[in-house]
Each structure stands twice: as structure tokens, then as C-alpha cells.
């Protein structure tokens, strides 16, 4: 006894063809690379812009510090680099990562004004996710400070 199957083809079956299913895995990788792209871009910029902050933090806390000298004594006579040092290098301010440096310059009565005009500069090495670059980038604060 012998079986005969038949096999019936439609030429009208629904479907993808390989060469549509290449094209959409194509459209969908390029989709893909760009979205990675952008991430790695908005990480390096949340990063840069957590840097400058620490930076603008690390002005600040320079300028409160000549601040409190200032109010110490009449006649700014604590604020001198003695009691603010006019350069830390990378590594050097307390509690601040080791990227950071940080200039503090002390005028005494500037343009013949009574006071003195405090400039605090921090300069630091951004980190990248392509590592740590070498150019610095810097934040300067500027106050002046009048004698009581």
C-alpha cells in the first residue's frame, strides 16, 4: 500500500521575505547607534556639568573663607595669603578630588578704593568617556571686600 501526499503551494501566503527582513534589521541598527550615540553625549555632558559645579563650589568656598577673614578685624588686615594661599596645586585642596587647583590673588585697595577685591580661579582636568583630557578648563569668582 503506498501513500501519495500531496502538497499543495499557494503563491499568495503572507510573510516577510528575507530580503525585507534584512532591511528592517538595517533601518532598526542604524536606529540603534544613534540612540548609544546620544547616551554616551548626555553622560559626558551630566559629567561636565557636575565638574564645573564642584569647580564653582570649590570658588565659593574661597570666597567665604576671605569673607570670615574680612569680618575677623577691622581693616582687612587677616586677609593676606599667609591665611588664604595664593596657589593650590592638583591634589592639594582639602576635600576636593585630586583634579582640581585652585589661585587665590589678594588686591589691597584696588583703583584707590578702601577695601580689597579677592579673585579665586579653579582650574581642573575634565573627565570625559574618553578619559581625562589635558587642557584645563577654569571657573573664576571675583569679590570685593571694604573695610569696616
Known sequence: MHVLIKWKFSTSQAGFTLAEIMVACAVISVGLVAVATGFGYGVDGVEAGRQQ??????????????????????????????????????GTIAGAPPRYR??????????????????????????????VLTTERSVSLSIFLANR
Request: proline content about 4%; cysteine-free.
Open 53 to 90: 559645579s564642584t569647580a564653582v563650589f570649590l570658588a565659593e568656598q574661597r570666597i567665604e573663607q576671605a569673607k570670615g577673614l574680612a569680618m575677623q578685624q577691622t581693616g582687612l588686615v587677616q586677609l593676606t595669603t599667609a591665611n588664604l594661599p595664593a596657589t593650590e596645586g592638583y
Open 102 to 131: 585652585r589661585t587665590t590673588t589678594i588686591t589691597n585697595n584696588p583703583g584707590g578704593l578702601q577695601g580689597a577685591r579677592v579673585d579665586v580661579t579653579v582650574f581642573y582636568r575634565p573627565v570625559t568617556g574618553r578619559g
